[in-house]
């Protein structure tokens, strides 16, 4: 535990600079010595927490960004699980009839083996992202036609999905509890989910089957005709080992206060349950708590076997206006990645030392990038927290600058050891005990100012490496 972070809601006292400088730097010895002891222990992972409490811990994955080193870097230290995050959907795997195409998918599923990674399918059969030849098809031909492409899709990575989403989002919203309208509806009738779950078990029994959906996450009229469904399925036979929460949030949809419950209730008829889209719209510690109560759902029923965010950084989200995910878009860790770290019981290294031993270089093609985050915000004071993050080559020291909106004065410091300009607006922070850092590695230092009037955040400069 280095420096008390002070979150919202504590009020520290302003100090005059001189004052503040001296706290500052009695607390960062103190730091330290602290830090140092750490150094030996690596921190954990999002992965390595969730496998602590027998989960896994995955991500959404697209094929096409696999090639971009900050991307692969933090999918690989981060993750345990992987969903191609459109890569197995019919319009990829069979855009012609009978023709499949698995190549991208195939990148995915041999990135995730090669690092251990669990792989969830995702999807068989859904009215979404179906192509047009499909719904062309009379009754008897779709009949053939959808299980030939559950056949071939599960024979073709047979023995390496841990469990695929067999149908996916079947359901209406709203109030009716009512099938949603698609061929397979429309065409086949009621019966097409029990076919498709039948014919998946026979083309790789090693899989869990699940049913996944969005809408379901807390006891509604959704939820409760797939409920409703489950329960038929798993007092008829039909092979079904799984519901999927997809997890979906923001403001208007927020994470509902039987989540638990209902992913209880799920349980309770003899399925694994898992969540598996999980995005939540918004910012810092309002984010940051969502998160840490979906992950605290899921630890606390015992058949919550993992979660699955979707996607690694919010430049990539299907929603990034939103930022709704875990890593800034220049792959920092945001606030909600600490909370769900903390919520898995994890320990973070508060930055600093890899752990390993090796010559961490500097020099040649050092560089860093720095971000900023608003912690925590009261009334006449904030939080902020910078993170420092290496770049494709291991650093040994860094430097930036800090600029303050006028009036605005830091009363205190962590992590960082600070010099200021004559105006007292730019504070340049050089690391105390947390300079070296590996190849896409982070680290961050804070403060708490005082806004003297001024709400405005300040802006970071540049990051130099060495
Ligand atoms: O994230 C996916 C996005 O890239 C695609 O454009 C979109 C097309 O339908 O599908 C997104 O993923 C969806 C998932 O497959 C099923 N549940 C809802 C997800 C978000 O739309």
Redesign the pocket.
Known sequence: MLMPRNRAGARPRALPRRAAQAFASALLAAATVTALSHSAAAADTLGSAAAGKGRYFGT?V?ASHLGESAYAATLDREFSAVTP??EM?WDATEPTRNTFSFGAADQIVSHAQSKGMKIRG??LV?H??LPSWVSGLSATDLRTAMNNHITQVMQHYKGKIYAWDVV??AYQDGSSGARRSSPFQDKLGNGFIEEAFRTARTADPDAKLCY?D?NTDGVNAKSNAVYNMVKDFKSRGVPIDCVGF?S?FNSASPVPSDYQANLQRFADLGVDVQIT?LDIEGSGSAQATSYSNVVKACLAVTRCTGMTV??ITDKYS?RSSGTPLLFDSNYAPKPAYDAVLAALGGSSSGGGDDGGGGDNGGGTGATCTVSFTKTADWNDGYNGQVTVKAGSAPITGWTTTVTFPAGQKVSTLWNGSASWDGSGTVMTVRPTYNGNLAAGASTSFGFTVQKNGNSAVPTVGTCTAS
């Open positions: 959404a697209a995050e459109n959907k995702h999807t859904w979404s992202q996916n989002e996944n969005y997809q979906h889209e979707w996607g299907w």
